[in-house]
């Protein structure tokens, strides 16, 4: 019996040294994604924090909770999303994630909200880019040249606006007359 119950406590030890000495979880972070910031802050019971996102393409917002509870809030529409005002959200006791798209307008708003169910709550949330996530080579007037940059395409676009508005003013000259040569006829 004894022996029995010394074999459990040598066990256990060695689980608990096996996890000091194990290196620490990745907290479900990709290899992909590249780390851009990290914000920490304390925010108040019932108040909100607010941060603004520029980067373009996928952003992965990754908080955690040190102390209390943090709620996290997202939306491309307003700067200060809540919990009425949001795109995306995470409102987990513990670890929230929200995978910011691509496709949203920039500056994305970013509301921390305290949860009243703690005086304080303190938060880490930690700014990835995806680096998987598929680049649209037509977005915001670029294309991938053979040397894999990125060349801008505005002068060309700008051209054709100056010939589109010309050809407007040409077209807008002419149903004028034409309405006139009409008038006159009948």
């Not at 809030?73 to 910011?100: E, H, I, M, N």
């Not at 500056?107 to 703690?118: A, E, K």
Request: aromatic content about 10%.
């Amino acid at each position: 019996m004894m022996l029995c119950c010394s074999s459990l406590v040598v066990a256990l030890l060695l689980s608990q040294a096996r996890g000091f000495l194990s290196p620490p979880e990745d907290d479900g972070v990709a290899e992909e994604w590249v780390l851009l910031h990290v914000v920490q802050g304390h925010i108040g019971a019932g108040n909100y924090s607010y941060l603004r996102l520029n980067h373009d393409g996928k952003i992965i917002l990754h908080m955690r909770s040190l102390r209390g509870d943090a709620d996290l809030y997202v939306s491309d529409k307003t700067l200060r999303p809540s919990f009425d005002t949001y795109r995306l959200q995470s409102v987990t006791c513990g670890q929230d994630v929200v995978a910011v798209p691509a496709e949203f307008v920039r500056p994305v708003g970013i509301g921390i909200y305290g949860h009243p169910s703690h005086k304080e709550s303190e938060f880490e949330m930690r700014v990835f880019y995806d680096q998987a996530a598929p680049q649209d080579p037509f977005a915001k007037g670029t294309y991938p040249s053979e040397d894999g940059q990125g060349q801008q395409k505005y002068p060309q676009a700008a051209e054709d606006d100056d010939f589109q508005e010309e050809e407007s003013v040409f077209w807008t000259i002419l149903i004028g007359l034409l309405k006139i040569i009409v008038e006159i006829l009948f």
